[in-house]
């Protein structure tokens, strides 16, 4: 492993971008010390004392979490990439100076795990470096006015809305069906669409982490969250990040019925193998084995998951279905890189057609369920094959196992909460557009 050099220091002094290539050569830490108490009035004390630190700790984990967030972010300017590593040098001294979080995190891990789901999605650095100041200024220990100055306009701009979004539930009394879909179309129609994701990531962050709380409070924050933020992180288009709220939201409201569906799902194993790890590997093989697929593509990836938990229920509750009757439980999704080239996009239409060749090789397709979204993408420009497949083997029956086809960049814009990367520039009127 190599360490930071006189150059390394030269850079942080000065604040400039450390130079991607270099900032590779730095393995990742992350700090075990536990961060100091400290009351408001000592904070710039404390901050200028952190600051002196840069020969030490402080590089370590500012190149550490500037190295992280930039292999997750992909493509990222040189603008950006010195915007965020100023928000980093800014924030990394206040967040140290904060006290533990009432969940028994670190003030900085907190920051750093809510910045990290914000690179997942593909946020930019704006927005990245938004999240990493959000908590020092709700402590006080910055202001949105110290943060334009210092970071720039659209960051301060990010955080004073993410506050307002935040404050949004407070805006009905009652919190039913009609209410909760109000409050959702009103945050699609009056408020940057980038700060509303702020606020989910947030909610995330905080649902992951709310074992602390009493039980009564547990709730009240989960149906919050299921009523008003995992459909609006749904209407954006960050599905993945829907489905977590959802089987978050359900597991801490209906812990017995989570429970139920939970051990049903961990039923379809074998042996001490997940089901879909055995199909997982078999279709992966399968389509490295094909020479048709190879001349198309330089790499393929398959992965695969269980139905979420709160989507089993509901079709549980559905007509009165018994588990057997649910469909889609098990699931595989083939991510492919065509090869480059001016033809690349086609390319990538035909691996996947290709692919779904290999599959029918494999199992039985049901045709009824099967939908064409690259020939047909919807109106949000989501592009994905979806097809259905028969795996009852020896005759043991088992439920229809759902596969989704796509090259990455139609899976970065599906999956990475960009589904519509204009919905955050734009804004959306009505979150039905993007169902």
């Given at each position: 492993?190599?360490?930071?050099?006189?150059?390394?220091?030269?850079?942080?002094?000065?604040?400039?971008?450390?130079?991607?290539?270099?900032?590779?050569?730095?393995?990742?830490?992350?700090?075990?010390?536990?961060?100091?108490?400290?009351?408001?009035?000592?904070?710039?004390?404390?901050?200028?004392?952190?600051?002196?630190?840069?020969?030490?700790?402080?590089?370590?984990?500012?190149?550490?979490?500037?190295?992280?967030?930039?292999?997750?972010?992909?493509?990222?300017?040189?603008?950006?990439?010195?915007?965020?590593?100023?928000?980093?040098?800014?924030?990394?001294?206040?967040?140290?100076?904060?006290?533990?979080?009432?969940?028994?995190?670190?003030?900085?891990?907190?920051?750093?795990?809510?910045?990290?789901?914000?690179?997942?999605?593909?946020?930019?650095?704006?927005?990245?470096?938004?999240?990493?100041?959000?908590?020092?200024?709700?402590?006080?220990?910055?202001?949105?006015?110290?943060?334009?100055?210092?970071?720039?306009?659209?960051?301060?701009?990010?955080?004073?809305?993410?506050?307002?979004?935040?404050?949004?539930?407070?805006?009905?009394?009652?919190?039913?069906?009609?209410?909760?879909?109000?409050?959702?179309?009103?945050?699609?129609?009056?408020?940057?669409?980038?700060?509303?994701?702020?606020?989910?990531?947030?909610?995330?962050?905080?649902?992951?982490?709310?074992?602390?709380?009493?039980?009564?409070?547990?709730?009240?924050?989960?149906?919050?969250?299921?009523?008003?933020?995992?459909?609006?992180?749904?209407?954006?288009?960050?599905?993945?990040?829907?489905?977590?709220?959802?089987?978050?939201?359900?597991?801490?409201?209906?812990?017995?019925?989570?429970?139920?569906?939970?051990?049903?799902?961990?039923?379809?194993?074998?042996?001490?193998?997940?089901?879909?790890?055995?199909?997982?590997?078999?279709?992966?093989?399968?389509?490295?084995?094909?020479?048709?697929?190879?001349?198309?593509?330089?790499?393929?990836?398959?992965?695969?998951?269980?139905?979420?938990?709160?989507?089993?229920?509901?079709?549980?509750?559905?007509?009165?279905?018994?588990?057997?009757?649910?469909?889609?439980?098990?699931?595989?999704?083939?991510?492919?890189?065509?090869?480059?080239?001016?033809?690349?996009?086609?390319?990538?239409?035909?691996a996947c057609y290709r692919t779904r060749e290999v599959v029918q090789s494999l199992w039985k397709e049901m045709p009824h369920r099967t939908?064409?979204?690259?020939?047909?993408?919807?109106?949000?420009?989501?592009?994905?094959?979806?097809?259905?497949?028969?795996?009852?083997?020896?005759?043991?029956?088992?439920?229809?196992?759902?596969?989704?086809?796509?090259?990455?960049?139609?899976?970065?814009?599906?999956?990475?909460?960009?589904?519509?990367?204009?919905?955050?520039?734009?804004?959306?009127?009505?979150?039905?557009?993007?169902?």
């Open positions: 492993m190599e360490l930071y050099s006189a150059h390394h220091h030269y850079l942080l002094r000065h604040q400039d971008p450390i130079p991607r290539l270099l900032l590779r050569t730095v393995r990742v830490f992350h700090s075990t010390l536990p961060p100091q108490r400290c009351h408001r009035r000592c904070f710039s004390t404390t901050t200028a004392a952190l600051l002196e630190q840069t020969g030490g700790k402080m590089v370590v984990e500012l190149v550490g979490a500037f190295n992280e967030l930039t292999e997750r972010m992909g493509m990222l300017s040189s603008s950006g990439s010195h915007l965020l590593f100023k928000a980093l040098k800014l924030s990394i001294p206040l967040l140290h100076a904060l006290p533990i979080t009432p969940d028994g995190r670190s003030s900085l891990s907190k920051a750093l795990s809510f910045a990290l789901i914000l690179a997942d999605l593909q946020m930019d650095a704006e927005v990245i470096s938004a999240g990493m100041l959000r908590q020092a200024l709700e402590a006080g220990a910055i202001s949105i006015l110290e943060v334009r100055n210092q970071i720039g306009t659209g960051t301060a701009h990010l955080l004073h809305e993410s506050l307002r979004v935040m404050k949004i539930p407070t805006k009905v009394d009652v919190l039913d069906d009609d209410s909760a879909a109000a409050l959702r179309k009103f945050c699609l129609t009056y408020y940057d669409m980038r700060a509303v994701i702020l606020d989910l990531v947030l909610r995330l962050d905080i649902m992951r982490h709310l074992d602390y709380l009493p039980r009564y409070q547990q709730q009240l924050v989960a149906l919050e969250v299921m009523k008003i933020h995992a459909p609006l992180a749904h209407a954006v288009g960050a599905n993945w990040l829907s489905l977590e709220l959802e089987d978050l939201s359900f597991q801490y409201l209906f812990p017995n019925s989570y429970l139920y569906v939970d051990t049903w799902l961990r039923s379809h194993e074998t042996g001490s193998r997940p089901l879909v790890d055995v199909y997982k590997e078999q279709l992966l093989q399968s389509l490295k084995d094909d020479p048709l697929l190879a001349g198309l593509i330089v790499d393929v990836s398959v992965n695969g998951r269980y139905k979420s938990r709160y989507s089993t229920m509901k079709k549980l509750l559905k007509d009165g279905r018994k588990p057997e009757q649910v469909n889609d439980v098990l699931g595989l999704r083939v991510i492919l890189e065509p090869r480059s080239g001016a033809d690349e996009a086609e390319m990538g239409e035909r939908k064409d979204y690259i020939a047909r993408p919807k109106a949000n420009g989501y592009r994905s094959l979806h097809m259905a497949v028969d795996v009852s083997d020896g005759g043991k029956s088992r439920p229809l196992m759902e596969i989704q086809i796509r090259t990455q960049e139609m899976d970065m814009l599906a999956d990475a909460g960009t589904a519509s990367h204009s919905l955050y520039k734009s804004g959306l009127t009505n979150p039905e557009e993007v169902c």
